[in-house]
């Protein structure tokens, strides 16, 4: 009796203390929570994640905008994150001081296998100095006799046939193989298998930034590093390709730098030789992470855009015709001969929207964002998605529409809340060259093929499934020769 006695009060004493922590915590962050945007009322360890259902859904969180506004604020556990919404606030919330918002949240995962080195998720010194070094190198390769467009126009003699053919693979082949060539200075034959675990690695990794196994390690990412499970597999896809960028790294050194630069690997060595000796070491190391971040960035991206685009198609071809007639490869120039066909692309980019949510900012320093005071450190999510579908720019935001970006003569228009790449310090690196492939592979597969729904398919399922970026739902298509 005693002893069942004490039992009862001590787990009575265990639940009162765990109530009085809840409510001290509920109680702090209702503190904490005062001098930020408004938003949902967080609970003490979760925060809004079970409102969320664990994910930042774009159109979840323009309902919450609704509600609270155009800045509002969410609590991941105890982190307080900011999310942007809307053309205005995006834009002005990433360009008004831009510096201040120029810094990269980067999940554990991330800090783990890049080390605070490359482009995409470095911060500070690092990122300055490697964007710096990847901006001018992109810019040099572009100017170049074997340029951008050079290495787009070469990668597209793919093999469709006319028997129903899946291009998803195809098209992440060749946007690859541009990467490829842009960065070490050639292409793959398509069946080599080095080429391959390139491709498995770089679709490993991106699967795994959205997957729940990322979201696990977040939660106890020391512990969980240690133990079996997917992350594993990312840890040695990311290995894969970091040790092939620096295998390259030394092909190029051993070879010595060329008369004329050829690839990113030898401008960026170019460049590099204007710094000193002490940095050269930590300037190579940072050139592999930045090589694999272009293929992180600019492969999947490009081509889940394009495997969208083809969905599409047909009164694009009747302009590639009456414009061009049969003359050689379309290069980027065409593209103010062929506005409707411009708009098209345009508009595939506003509406399948495929990085819905951007990529996380912080605050460099302690900022006014858009009139709330946010300490350094501050994470800020910039809903993009939000802004490619905000009701007050577009005239039908929900509807696939070129007529966006066209005027009532037909002419091509640019939109300002047209911001696939972002905006303001940390706007994507690669847009020239992603809109350069963009336009090129479109444009020149249109001409050359018709594009069929297999015998018997009826209809196009355009709805969205997220794996990295959001994605069509796996499809055959026929490519007839015209
Ligand atoms: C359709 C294709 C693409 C889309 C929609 C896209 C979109 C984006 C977005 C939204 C960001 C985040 C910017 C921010 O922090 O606010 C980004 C960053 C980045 N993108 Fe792209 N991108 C594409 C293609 C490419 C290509 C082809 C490359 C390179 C070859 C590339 C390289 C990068 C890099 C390095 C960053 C990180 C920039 C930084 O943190 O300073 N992207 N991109």
Aim: overall charge positive.
């Amino acid at each position: 009796m005693v002893a069942s006695g004490s039992m009862l009060t001590i787990s009575q004493a265990l639940i009162a203390l765990i109530v009085s922590f809840l409510i001290m915590q509920f109680l702090k962050l209702r503190q904490a929570s005062r001098h930020l945007p408004p938003g949902p009322i967080p609970l003490p360890v979760v925060g809004n994640l079970l409102q969320l259902h664990f994910h930042l859904h774009r159109d979840f969180l323009m309902k919450l905008a609704k509600i609270h506004g155009d800045i509002f604020t969410l609590w991941f556990g105890w982190t307080p994150i900011i999310v942007l919404n809307g053309f205005h606030a995006v834009k002005d919330g990433l360009t008004a001081h831009p510096e201040e918002v120029s810094g990269r949240a980067v999940s554990m995962f991330f800090r783990v296998i890049e080390k605070g080195k490359g482009i995409i998720f470095s911060n500070g010194r690092t990122w300055k100095q490697q964007r710096r070094f990847g901006v001018m190198t992109l810019r040099h390769l572009g100017m170049g006799k074997k340029g951008l467009e050079y290495w787009v126009q070469e990668e597209l003699i793919i093999a469709l046939v006319e028997k129903p053919l899946d291009p998803c693979l195809p098209l992440f082949h060749s946007v690859s193989n541009v990467i490829c060539a842009v960065v070490f200075g050639y292409r793959f034959p398509s069946e080599d298998k080095n080429f391959h675990r390139l491709l498995k690695a770089t679709e490993t990794l991106f699967r795994f930034t959205e997957s729940l196994g990322h979201h696990l390690y977040e939660l106890a990412p020391h512990i969980i590093h240690h133990l079996p499970g997917p992350h594993k597999k990312a840890l040695s896809a990311y290995d894969v390709l970091n040790s092939f960028a620096k295998m390259e790294i030394t092909r190029h050194l051993e070879r010595g730098i060329p008369d004329k630069p050829q690839d990113f690997i030898d401008f960026y060595l170019v460049e590099m030789e204007k710094v000193s000796d002490s940095a050269t070491c930590s300037y190579i190391n940072n050139l592999a992470h930045t090589i694999v971040d272009l293929f992180l960035a600019g492969s999947e991206t490009t081509a889940t855009t394009l495997y969208w685009s083809l969905l599409y198609m047909v009164k694009v071809q009747q302009e590639l015709d009456a414009v061009l007639g049969s003359s050689q490869l379309i290069c980027y120039e065409d593209r103010k001969k062929m506005p409707y066909t411009n708009a098209v692309i345009h508009e595939i980019q506003r509406f399948s929207n495929i990085i819905p949510v951007g990529l996380p900012r912080v605050c460099a320093k302690n900022t006014m964002l858009l009139g709330f005071p946010l300490a350094k450190g501050t994470t800020i999510f910039p809903n993009i998605g939000s802004v490619l579908y905000d009701p007050e720019q577009w005239e039908t935001p929900r509807q696939f529409n070129p007529g966006h970006f066209l005027d009532k003569d037909g002419n091509f228009v640019n939109q300002k809340a047209f911001l696939p790449f972002s905006a303001g310090h940390r706007v994507c690196l690669g847009e020239l060259l992603a809109r350069t492939e963009l336009f090129i592979f479109f444009s020149n597969l249109l001409r050359a093929f018709t594009f069929r729904l297999p015998e018997g398919v009826k209809q196009v399922n355009i709805e969205p499934i997220l794996a990295g970026t959001w994605q069509p739902h796996p499809y055959g298509i026929c490519a007839v020769p015209r």
